[in-house]
Every structure is written in structure tokens, then in C-alpha cells.
């Protein structure tokens, strides 16, 4: 009986299997990375709009007081000019307020208050309107109807008004016990009831589409109750317009919660936002002190337009019929 001859499993001639690279080497080559790194006006506001959230993440660190700390501010050194000029005193380098409060600081507070009240509000409204919207689209018939009359009345309000009767409503059952931070949880409140109503539509739409194709079909065939289908199967085809409204409405909330803070139904001026810091100037734009205002404002400005630009790129890039 002759030796078997056992191949050479270094022969340079045999197929090479390439290891995957995982998810990230996947989401590397994806379309939506290719379009993402072709756009150089979209990568810089991505920049932009990290560099805000960094900034409020180490506002601690990189603050040279803390604004909300009345033992830190003295009287004596408000409405000191920016350093650049020529009464501008250092470290104030966007000069100080009223109450002797650093601009740059109070911007770097303002931003982290302005923008828990805005994530926080988009993933209340995303979670609120995705579950209505599940719920309407799949079950159908009066719950559905129930749940879109509803949406179709919040649709005749804009959203502004929404917040404020909420938050109106809050401040006249809890009166003088509502501190900032429960003010801060109303703001939340208030924003995620005002936009629920475009995810539970978007979502709705969508699953009313999906749940007549043949992978829902088979699962209800096999048993799996109706909360995993819509959980597990529907809701992760409908993903791409959540995340498009979710990325708009990040910016529709700060400027609501800007709004309420300037209209004086907002966070209060001993833990301000970006909106309290601009009513705050307002006040003193005419004395000669502008920079009081105008760079909570710029600073508002920038954190808005680089947010709606990348939610314009993100509804073109997952746009199927512009590709």
C-alpha cells in the first residue's frame, strides 16, 4: 500500500481566504462613508459639531470658572471687555457679564446645558413617536386611527407653542418648587412632546409598507409574538429616516429650548443655556456691551448650522434614488 501523498498547505498556488475585517472595515467601505468623505463641507461640520460636544463634555476643564458658582464671580470684574481690546483683562478672554461671569465659560456651561436639553428631548420624542408609530402602522384599524388624529391636532400647533404649554403647565402645579434641574426636566418633557409626531408618522408609513412582505409573514408563521416582529424585524428597516429626522430635530430642539430660555420660560439665569445667555445680553447690547450677546449667539449660530448640514447630508446619502 502506498503512502498517500498529503498536499503542501503552503503551496503558493492554493486560495488565499482573506480575513474580514469587521464592522469596521465594513462601515469603512460602505456608501455612506464613501459619500461622507467626498463631501469636505459635510466632514467639516462633523467637526464642528464634535468639537461642540467635546467642549461641553470638558467644560469643567477647560473653563476658567464656574459660572454657576456664586462664590467664584465678583461684581468687580463684570462687564470687563474682551482681551483683544484695550480695557480687556486676562483670563477673561471673551470678557465677563453683568454679574462677573467669563463669557467663554458661561458659553462652555450654556452649550452642555443647551445640549442634554436637545439629545435628551430628541431621544424622548424618538422613543415616544417610534413606539406610537409601531404601534399605528402595525395593529392598524382605531388604534391607528386614535393615534393619527391625535398627531393630526399636535400638527396644527407649531412646536413652540407645545413646548410652552407644557412647560406653562409645569411651572403653574409646581410653582416655587421648581428648581434648575427640574426645569431642565420640563424643557425635556416639553421638546419630546412637541416632535413625536413626525418619527410615529415616518415610522408608521414604513412599517404599514413592511409588514405586508413575505420575511413578516413568515415570521408571524412560525409564532414570534407581534413585539418581537416589530422590535426585531420592521423597526431595522426603517432606520435610515429615523436617523435623518433624529439629526434634524437635534437642531430644532436647541433652538426650542433657546427660544424658551429667551422668552424667559427656560433654564434660569443661575444655571444658564445658550438661550438664557442671549436674553442676558440683550439687555446690555445697546449699553456697548455686545460681547455679552454676540457670542452666545455665534456660538449658538455655528452649533446649529453644522448640525443641519450634516442632517442635509444624511437625508441625501440614504436617499435611495440619489445614488
Not at 452649550?111 to 436637545?118: E, F, H, P
Not at 429667551?262 to 443661575?270: C, Y
Given at each position: 500500500?502506498?503512502?498517500a ?6 503551496d ?5 481566504v482573506?480575513?474580514?475585517g469587521?464592522?469596521?472595515?465594513r462601515?469603512?467601505e460602505?456608501?455612506?462613508?464613501y459619500?461622507?468623505r467626498?463631501?469636505?463641507?459635510t ?6 459639531t464634535?468639537l ?11 473653563a476658567v470658572?464656574?459660572p454657576f458658582?456664586p462664590?467664584q464671580l ?7 471687555s474682551?482681551l483683544w ?6 483670563p477673561f ?7 462677573g461671569?467669563d463669557v ?9 446645558i ?6 435628551l428631548?430628541?431621544v ?9 408609530g ?7 384599524g382605531?388604534v391607528?386611527s386614535v ?5 393630526d ?5 407649531p412646536a413652540?407653542l407645545?413646548?410652552?404649554?407644557v ?5 403653574s ?9 427640574s426645569?431642565l426636566v420640563v424643557?425635556?418633557?416639553a421638546?419630546g ?11 408608521r408609513?414604513s412599517v404599514?409598507?413592511e409588514?405586508?412582505k ?7 408563521l412560525?409564532?414570534l ?8 424585524h420592521v423597526?431595522p428597516?426603517?432606520?435610515g429616516p ?9 437642531a430644532?430642539?436647541i433652538?426650542?429650548?433657546a427660544?424658551l ?7 434660569p439665569?443661575?444655571m ?7 436674553r ?6 445697546f ?7 454676540a457670542?452666545?449667539?455665534l456660538a449658538l ?8 448640514l450634516?442632517?442635509d447630508?444624511l437625508?441625501?446619502a440614504l436617499?435611495?434614488k440619489?445614488?
Amino acid at each position: 500500500m502506498s503512502d498517500a501523498v498529503v498536499p503542501d498547505r503552503t503551496d503558493s498556488n492554493a486560495p488565499s481566504v482573506r480575513p474580514d475585517g469587521g464592522w469596521f472595515r465594513r462601515a469603512f467601505e460602505s456608501d455612506l462613508f464613501y459619500s461622507f468623505r467626498r463631501s469636505r463641507l459635510t466632514m467639516l461640520a462633523a467637526a464642528v459639531t464634535v468639537l461642540f460636544f467635546l467642549l461641553a463634555i470638558f467644560a469643567s476643564v477647560l473653563a476658567v470658572q464656574n459660572p454657576f458658582d456664586p462664590a467664584q464671580l465678583q461684581l468687580m470684574n463684570s462687564r470687563i471687555s474682551p482681551l483683544w481690546t484695550a480695557d480687556g483683562q486676562s483670563p477673561f478672554l471673551l470678557g465677563t457679564d453683568e454679574q462677573g461671569r467669563d463669557v467663554f465659560s458661561a458659553i462652555l456651561y450654556g452649550l452642555r446645558i443647551s445640549l442634554t436639553v436637545g439629545v435628551l428631548g430628541v431621544v424622548l420624542a424618538g422613543v415616544l413617536g417610534i413606539t406610537l408609530g409601531l404601534i399605528a402602522g402595525y395593529v392598524g384599524g382605531a388604534v391607528d386611527s386614535v393615534i393619527m388624529r391625535i398627531a393630526d391636532v399636535q400638527l396644527t400647533f407649531p412646536a413652540i407653542l407645545i413646548a410652552l404649554l407644557v412647560n406653562g403647565v409645569a411651572k403653574s402645579i409646581l410653582g416655587n418648587r421648581l428648581d434648575a434641574m427640574s426645569t431642565l426636566v420640563v424643557l425635556v418633557i416639553a421638546i419630546g412632546l412637541s416632535f413625536w409626531v413626525q418619527y410615529a408618522r415616518t415610522v408608521r408609513g414604513s412599517v404599514m409598507v413592511e409588514k405586508n412582505k413575505d420575511y413578516v409573514a413568515a415570521a408571524q408563521l412560525i409564532g414570534l409574538p407581534a413585539q418581537k416582529i416589530m422590535l426585531r424585524h420592521v423597526l431595522p428597516n426603517t432606520m435610515g429616516p429615523i436617523l435623518v429626522i433624529a439629526t434634524i430635530n437635534l437642531a430644532l430642539a436647541i433652538i426650542t429650548e433657546a427660544t424658551l430660555s429667551f422668552l424667559g420660560s427656560g433654564m434660569p439665569d443661575t444655571m444658564p443655556s445658550l438661550g438664557t445667555l442671549i436674553r442676558i445680553g440683550n439687555n446690555y447690547l445697546f449699553a456697548g456691551e455686545w460681547w455679552i450677546v454676540a457670542f452666545p449667539g455665534l456660538a449658538l449660530a455655528g452649533l446649529i448650522l453644522s448640525i443641519n448640514l450634516l442632517g442635509d447630508w444624511l437625508r441625501d446619502a440614504l436617499n435611495p434614488k440619489l445614488r
